[in-house]
């Protein structure tokens, strides 16, 4: 290959890459995510302080919830001080007939920290709403692994780096959620028929809330990590809504509903250790 001479001309690049973008945190981002993390540390010295003032027998759900808004005030503190977040690299590339390609980086700061926090408070709010129900332990695990399927793929979408492999990865995710929401669905109604019409009711609503709510988290990804169509700090202020809504308000709901509607404890082996004649 001739270096250079007078007849040569310079080839024309096939790619030309940008400056790299970076889409990150801001201010709103940063205030929001704090104002979060102080619900979230209320609101677990408040279910903590609940489940002292009921017998043990009657503290299971206290504990769970608990411990979901436990979780997320870490997660929350996490985030809050710049810390469970990395920048997913993504790669944009635009083929030309006759100008060369572009290639594009962009860097979107993903919060892992939420992966982490889902991936333990998601199984607990199932296991809230399976005792509710009653339901059979076949059924448990398969709502509970499929879930933990669906938050640890969506962390591998949410670092895709070519739409092929982020959206895959998304597709794959959403066939999981929609095991878990056969399993409450199907198998959770089947079983709280079997039990009294205020515990029927009480689970007919706070399910649907709860199927509501979770539908629209992969949207607010699709719109945010996904089409990259919000700001990290729309995407932040949009999760800290829905996360609001499904630990605190779900938790309280569901206490203060359960006590006041409800004579019995939790039935099962799980609330006494007697076996599930014990009671
Ligand atoms: C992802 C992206 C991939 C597709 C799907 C998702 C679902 C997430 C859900 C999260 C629920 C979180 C809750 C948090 C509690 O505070 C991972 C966003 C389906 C359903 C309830």
Redesign the pocket.
Same mark, same amino acid.
């Given at each position: 290959i001739p270096t250079s001479s007078a007849h040569s001309v310079a080839p024309m690049p096939t790619v030309v890459p940008n400056r790299p973008r970076y889409e990150t945190v801001g201010e709103a981002g940063t205030k929001t995510l704090w104002v979060v993390f102080v619900i979230m540390f209320l609101s677990t010295l408040a279910f903590t302080v609940m489940a002292w003032r009921v017998p043990v027998q009657k503290r299971l759900f206290h504990v769970i919830t608990a411990f979901i808004t436990l979780f997320?005030t870490l997660s929350y503190f996490a985030m809050a001080t710049g810390d469970g977040n990395s920048y997913a690299e993504i790669i944009l590339r635009e083929t030309h007939k006759r100008t060369p390609d572009t290639i594009e980086y962009v860097y979107r700061q993903v919060f892992w920290a939420r992966y982490v926090d889902?991936s333990l /408070? /998601?199984p607990l709010?199932l296991l809230d709403l399976a005792f509710l129900a009653g339901m059979d332990g076949a059924s448990i695990v398969v709502a509970i692994v499929a879930d933990l399927i669906?938050?640890l793929v969506?962390l591998f979408?949410a670092y895709g780096k070519t739409d092929g492999q982020k959206w895959g990865y %998304?597709a794959m995710?959403?066939a999981a %959620?929609l095991v878990v929401v056969y399993q409450l669905v199907v198998s959770g109604r089947r079983a709280v028929s079997a039990k009294d019409n205020k515990t029927a009711k009480l689970f007919a609503s706070i399910g649907g809330f709860t199927l509501i709510?979770?539908t629209l %988290?992969?949207i607010v990804?699709g719109v945010g990590d996904g089409a990259r169509k919000w700001s990290v700090d729309s995407e932040i202020i949009a999760y800290a809504i829905l996360?609001v809504l499904?630990?605190p308000v779900f938790g309280f709901w569901l206490l203060f509903t359960h006590a006041s509607t409800t004579a019995t404890t939790v039935d099962g082996w799980w609330s006494n250790g007697l076996g599930s004649e014990g009671s």
């Open positions: 997320a889902w /408070t /998601t709010l669906m938050v969506g979408a %998304y995710a959403c %959620y709510l979770w %988290y992969p990804w996360d499904a630990k």
